[in-house]
């Protein structure tokens, strides 16, 4: 069960602390209590785990300072959508909007090799209107022997271009919780001049540790890839675990699955779970078309198959994009063949903007078409 409290309710108060007595005294109840910083507000949350079966949530509702009961299913408890949970979908950060009604697109490099590389692709990004990227610094690898990402010595030059060419958040994957240390580090250094959105990726979909150091620092939104070889149920699960630490920034990342029909594609592409993952939680629903698919590959009317992953994705709803791009994808150290090329993204971002305005009439047909339906079925 879900309490949330009269906005900007001073945790200090009067009203606050007998509240909180209150609901402690409840027999075999714990209490956890969530802040979720919004650009005008601070919302507080507080959970009520346990066996709460037995308590009415009418009777919570008249308690001083609670403004709205919400009876939660087990699953998903913090991100998930349960009965009535009219909770917001989407988060700000950097002066963007991150929701379920919102699409960013983040074209980037897969991995970062060289600062002239990272300026050719920031300047082609502020040339095309763009606000955000991607930029591996720390790769994880099959093969020991591969490239392992400039790490910590790329982040300084990645910062300072991402800042120079307007791009306010940096998508960037980490392996281990130290990274945080360093990318803050960095940030510091160059003086703040962009974001970063911490990425997950999938072979660290269940590091349950790294999910709760992660999911307890507030200052970096998430964004969590599904884990290649788990159910969609376990990588949903996984995301809880962030949230659950305090964490609510998080996006999740459909970036196809490993199966024995994955051919002719890297993975099998999986975009068909963008509206399931907005239905069963309020997580904005990220697309990485470069990973699923993995290839240059083109239908016969020369649409690259990339695009047409995207646009599968952007036409259910897809709220975020992740795509790799490169100056020279033959000289990439990390996934060459599933970069498109700088000169492709004007491109891409039109076919973006044909299937986000398919998806947006769809959904404004579905709004005006679903109700008459359902009240002539029930005549
Ligand atoms: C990536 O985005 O660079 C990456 C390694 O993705 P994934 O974790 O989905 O393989
Ligand atoms: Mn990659």
Redo the contacts with the bound molecule.
Sequence with gaps: MILILSSNIDSKSDTFNRLLDHLSSLDNIQLRVHRVQGTEQTLTEVYLLGNTSAIAAEDLKTLPGVERVVRISEEYRVLGRHNDDSRRAHFDYQGLRFGQDTLHVFAGL??VDNAEHVELMMRTLRDNGQVCT?M?AY??RTSPYSFQGHRQKCLPYVFDLAGKYGIRVV?M?ITHESQIDEINEALNRTGHPTGVML???????QNFELLKIVGRQQEFPVLL??G?GITLSESLHAAEYLASEGNQKVVF?L??VKTSMGDPHRNFVDVADVPVVKRLTRMPVCI?P???VGSRSAGPEGILDVMHATAQGVIVGANMV?V?FHPEPYRAL??GPQALRLEELPWFLEDVEIAREAYKKRAALAGVTRQNVLSSVRR
């Design positions: 897969c991995a991607r591996g790769k994880p998508a994957e990425q997950i990726g999938t072979r660290n979909t890839k599904r290649f990342g970036r196809g990485d470069s990973h699923a992740l790799d990390v996934d």
